[in-house]
């Protein structure tokens, strides 16, 4: 990794205190599993015997979770043998597909934690969340190694959970991000076609993100002295598709609508999970009875593109921080790349700032959450008005395919991680 900065290390001490602070609540209450928490439970079964020469055994393992995000590790551990046993027992977090050597792949390595047990004896050992270390969907599986009487470190048992689970920051990051990253959309209004009859459509509206088509709002009206009955649905379809709706994207579910006279009712639609990139349109239909054939009441087209770019306001209302990006193969032809980052502090403040990228699938609606490799976060102290530039390289885990890689700079603010700006670059990645 080339182009240190001068006040990273502090930076990162000062963020690594903060979030602690953030944290320590929790922690104090010890290492029980929360109320609100989940534990993913992994025990021995038939089907996964342990080694039959292992004097020391992986019994069972939890997998702790709080609001769905991993919040540490409960192991526990016996030895069958006739004879007093030290060993040692730690997790890791691998990418979040089968890779056959987990070990080798691993993004995290918990701290060792070295016991002896009694003949006999069964003890459970408690480990905690990585921390700021880690930052995407990993495979968890934890090992034991035995130490025999020489001290070499010999391994005993493994044992593996399969679901990926997500790992990430303390202090609600994740819900943080996913929540700014929810609310940044756009109301797109779209005129209504005019009509015969008494109900007529009144408005519509598209909600958007960057990449999502995030809700299709309607209010039908009743101009008439009587009661009305429409149905209504819409429709999706790609926008230079030489025979339109034949192959249609998406199709809602149509709702009938009992509309009294002088009467005023807004319809919510629901919307596709993910979209393909390109460019669409939008029909909303509706019918005056169950036997009637649907007529057009508004046309929309719009775009959606997996790549974006944005930087978000602070409190003033300004723009304080931007981001630019560029990711490449590397040099030397291994399977690897390299991610460039331009940042800039555009504000009159210093800005006390965290850097990151993850690797994600392009219909990813979480894309730090759904990461097959991530950049941990980096710390800056960014001065007012300064750029700075640097070069994180690293192997590339992923399975073959496509996948965007996302930049992410957030902002630490009375403890807790605010995003700014977001950059995204297509990466296409093929092994060999």
């Known amino acids: 990794m080339r182009g240190l900065h001068i006040g990273g290390l502090a930076a990162g001490i000062v963020l690594l205190a903060l979030f602690g602070v953030v944290a320590s609540a929790d922690q104090r209450r010890g290492d029980t599993l929360p109320p609100a928490g989940v534990t993913i439970v992994q025990e021995r079964s038939a089907e996964d015997p342990p080694p039959a020469a292992a004097p020391l055994v992986i019994e069972r393992f939890e997998a702790l979770q709080r609001e769905g995000v991993f919040a540490g590790l409960n192991v526990t551990m016996i030895n069958r043998s006739d004879a007093e046993q030290t060993g040692s027992v730690w997790y890791l977090l691998s990418p979040p597909y089968d890779t056959g050597e987990a070990w080798r792949t691993a993004t995290y390595t918990a701290p060792h934690q070295s016991?002896?047990?009694?003949?006999?004896?069964?003890?459970?050992?408690?480990?905690?969340?990585?921390?700021?270390?880690?930052?995407?969907?990993?495979?968890?599986?934890?090992w034991s190694h035995v130490?025999?009487?020489?001290?070499?470190?010999?391994?005993?048992?493994?044992?593996?959970?399969?679901?990926?689970?997500?790992?990430?920051?303390?202090?609600g990051f994740g819900a943080t991000l996913l929540e700014q990253w929810e609310a940044q959309r756009?109301?797109?209004?779209?005129?209504?076609?005019?009509?015969e009859g008494d109900a007529q459509i009144v408005l519509v509206e598209l909600e958007r993100s960057t990449r999502?088509?995030?809700?299709?709002?309607?209010?039908?009206?009743?101009?008439?002295a009587e009661t009305r009955e429409v149905y209504l649905s819409y429709g999706l379809d790609p926008a230079e598709h030489p025979e339109p709706w034949s192959q249609p994207t998406f199709l809602s579910p149509e709702n009938r609508v009992t509309i009294e006279p002088g009467q005023t009712l807004p319809v919510t639609f629901s919307v596709p999970e993910a979209l393909p990139a390109g460019d669409y349109r939008?029909?909303?239909?509706?019918?005056?009875?169950?036997?009637?054939?649907?007529?057009?009441?508004?046309?929309?087209?719009?775009?959606?593109?997996?790549?974006?770019?944005?930087?978000?306001?602070d409190e003033s209302g300004e723009i304080p921080l931007g981001?630019?990006?560029?990711a490449s193969p590397r040099a030397d032809d291994s399977d690897g790349y390299?991610?460039?980052?331009?940042?800039?502090?555009?504000s009159s403040l210093d800005r006390l700032i965290g850097i990151f990228y993850s690797v994600v699938p392009s219909d990813s609606?979480?894309?730090?959450?759904?990461?097959?490799?991530?950049?941990?976060?980096?710390?800056?102290?960014?001065?007012?008005?300064?750029?700075?530039?640097f070069t994180d390289e690293r192997p590339i885990h992923v399975p073959p395919g496509e996948y965007q890689v996302i930049g992410w700079v957030v902002e630490l603010v009375e403890g807790k991680a605010v995003l700014r700006a977001a950059y995204s670059r297509e990466m296409r990645f093929t092994a060999s």
């Open 115 to 142: 016991f002896t047990l009694a003949a006999g004896e069964r003890r459970t050992f408690r480990f905690r969340e990585p921390g700021l270390s880690v930052i995407g969907l990993f495979r968890v599986s934890v």
């Open 365 to 389: 609606l979480a894309p730090w959450r759904a990461a097959f490799d991530s950049m941990p976060l980096r710390f800056l102290n960014l001065k007012q008005k300064e750029n700075y530039i």
């Open 338 to 346: 390299q991610v460039t980052f331009a940042v800039r502090n555009d």
């Open 147 to 171: 130490i025999d009487a020489n001290g070499a470190s010999i391994h005993a048992d493994a044992m593996g959970h399969s679901t990926p689970i997500v790992a990430e920051p303390e202090s």
């Open 323 to 326: 981001l630019s990006m560029s």
């Open 212 to 224: 999502f088509l995030r809700g299709v709002n309607v209010s039908v009206a009743n101009t008439g």
């Open 186 to 195: 756009e109301r797109t209004p779209v005129t209504p076609l005019p009509l």
């Open 282 to 313: 939008m029909a909303l239909w509706m019918r005056r009875s169950p036997v009637d054939p649907p007529i057009v009441a508004a046309e929309h087209r719009f775009q959606i593109d997996p790549l974006f770019t944005f930087a978000l306001p």
